[in-house]
């Protein structure tokens, strides 16, 4: 089991801009895909943005088009989400996650880590 292990989140005003991080460790080499998803409070966990591990393909939620970017750096096993001119209703915790060659689940999950917008 691998552990993937987020951070960067905070309190940010409206407009500004955050970079979370994901390092994953452990069972990594058996990975086909990671991405990002988000809960916020009183609603469902969502999609935001993944990649195909050793490509440079990314899709994103429409929400995120435009304003988040997925990257990695593949010699730290560090996977970045790259979120700019937020908005409050993007306060929710984000969380890292990855899919497994052959299979169609996002099967592991880092613990999540708080984004708040506010003034």
């Known amino acids: 089991q691998a552990q993937l292990v987020e951070g960067g989140g905070g309190l940010v005003q409206p407009g500004d801009s955050l970079r979370l991080s994901c390092v994953a460790s452990?069972?990594?080499?058996?990975?086909?895909?990671m991405g990002w998803f988000r809960q916020a409070p009183g609603k469902e966990r969502e999609f935001v943005a993944g990649t195909v591990w050793g490509t440079s393909s990314a899709s994103y939620a429409d929400f995120a088009q435009g304003r988040f970017t997925i990257s990695r750096d593949n010699a730290k096993n560090t996977l970045y989400l790259h979120m700019k001119n937020l908005a409050p209703q993007d306060t929710a915790v984000y969380y890292c996650?990855?899919?497994?060659?052959?299979?169609?689940?996002?099967?592991?999950w880092g613990q999540g880590t708080q984004v708040t917008v506010s003034s």
């Open positions: 996650a990855a899919k497994r060659v052959k299979t169609t689940t996002w099967s592991d």
């Open positions: 452990g069972g990594t080499s058996g990975f086909y895909a």
